[in-house]
């Protein structure tokens, strides 16, 4: 099983004190660390002459835990440091930006450090808590407008020319993006979907639409294409949506969700940094990575609202867990307040050489090749039920329906709400 290799591989490093040295294979050894020219020798009890591997092998060099828990301490006193600069500052933004720079590699670090020294797994998970509530403290601080600037007075354009006539103007009508404050209570809900989309995609998107509906708790909801100039998606139900439904139904829409994954974040040495830097959110698509891991979009998913943009992550290519993997999310008891997806037994025994490998396993669900994440990056990890292999989720009850539905039901193409044929 699973969760029992990931406890051997604990029991392994738990018998052995010192530095951690993790091979680019995903061998660790853990132990007394000496240098011998371009190698390094790693003594425990297991192996008291020494494991000899190259410096060119190893991934990353972990001090012991006490030494650890000391540094990450100081890093994170440093981010501290400067969040209260930040406070006092005009515009905090600059300052607030380097406080979520500074505590990115030290939260991978410290999550890495509680698998590797379960002896001191507590502390490790201190500092973690310690991280997440000092980036959420930056984040609220920052502001959405920049610092107070004396108005400089605008020179007037020059006049424009009268506007040369479309030849051939386009048949269909454009539709405005919706405000929050045109959800309001409807007898039908009309969405589009992106310009040229087939009528044969607008129905297959109206028959998810109607599932996506039912997934999420709004019974007997029914999807059609209204015809017209420009083809729409017609939902109707008995006695009509509520602007609360509405607004949650342009949510449903909101990915088209043909791919629905679960995938692992690919730690990259310092020296993949240099060479692999995070790519601007509109450069993703053609950005390079190392062998075996891929850019991807991320937002922080919000069902009340629009995404908030984040920083590309970078992905291992596999194992990735599909949707026809992952179980429809589980809870123990009505009052449980943590959900799990189980995956099946081919996802989990694709798991099992990540695990033995000492890999860190952190993962995310993506949809269409955008990570939707919460402001906590939960893990793969034992559920206490059975002993099986579930994903734990800390999206809100919303959050959670919403993604589930897109887990149930993928789309061609991807809908908004907008005005219905008057």
């Not at 379960?118 to 997440?132: Q, R, T, V």
């Not at 959420?136 to 354009?157: C, F, H, T, W």
């Not at 937002?299 to 596999?318: T, W």
Request: hydrophobic content about 35%; glycine content about 8%.
């Amino acid at each position: 099983m699973f969760s029992r290799s990931i406890a051997t591989l604990l029991l392994l490093a738990s018998l052995a004190s010192g530095d951690a040295v993790i091979l680019k294979s995903g061998e660790r050894f853990i132990g007394d660390v000496s240098e011998e020219g371009d190698s390094l020798r790693v003594r425990n009890d297991r192996f008291p002459d020494g494991v000899l591997v190259k410096k060119a092998d190893v991934k990353v060099r972990y001090p012991a835990p006490d030494a650890m828990l000391g540094e990450l301490a100081a890093k994170v006193r440093k981010a501290k440091d400067r969040y209260d600069e930040g406070k006092r500052a005009a515009d905090p933004n600059p300052a607030m930006k380097d406080v979520l720079d500074q505590l990115f590699d030290p939260e991978l670090e410290a999550a890495d450090a509680a698998e590797i020294y379960p002896s001191h797994k507590e502390a490790f998970n201190d500092i973690l808590k310690g991280i997440h509530e000092l980036r959420k403290l930056a984040r609220d601080g920052q502001k959405l407008e920049g610092p107070k600037v004396d108005p400089k007075p605008v020179p007037k354009p020059d006049p424009k020319p009268d506007p040369v006539p479309d030849p051939k103007p386009d048949p269909r009508p454009k539709l405005p993006e919706p405000e929050p404050g045109d959800f309001t209570d409807r007898a039908a809900v009309f969405l589009a979907g992106p310009e040229g989309a087939s009528a044969s995609d607008l129905e297959k998107a109206a028959k998810a639409m109607a599932t996506r509906c039912a997934s999420y708790g709004y019974k007997g909801v029914t999807g059609k294409v209204e015809p017209g100039a420009r083809p729409l998606v017609r939902l109707e139900v008995d006695g009509g949506f509520s602007a609360t439904m509405v607004q949650t139904i342009s949510i449903l829409g909101r990915y088209a969700a043909k791919s629905f994954e679960m995938r692992l974040y690919y730690g990259m040495t310092a020296g993949e940094k240099e060479q692999f830097p995070i790519p601007r959110a509109d450069e993703v698509a053609g950005a390079k990575a190392p062998p075996g891991a891929k850019w991807c979009a991320r937002v922080r998913f919000n069902a009340d609202g629009p995404d908030a943009p984040r920083e590309p992550s970078i992905m291992r290519l596999a194992p990735v867990i599909n949707r026809g993997e992952i179980m429809p999310p589980y809870r123990d008891k009505p009052d449980y307040n943590q959900w799990y997806y189980v995956v099946s037994n081919a996802a989990e025994a694709r798991l099992v050489p990540v695990a033995r490998s000492g890999a860190t396993i952190r993962s995310e669900i993506v949809v269409d090749d955008v990570l939707l994440v919460t402001d906590i990056t939960p893990t793969p990890q034992e559920h206490p039920k059975d002993g099986r292999v579930w994903w734990r989720h800390t999206f809100s009850e919303k959050e959670r329906k919403v993604i589930d539905a897109y887990r149930g039901a993928g789309m061609p193409v991807g809908l908004r709400v907008v005005e219905g044929p008057k």
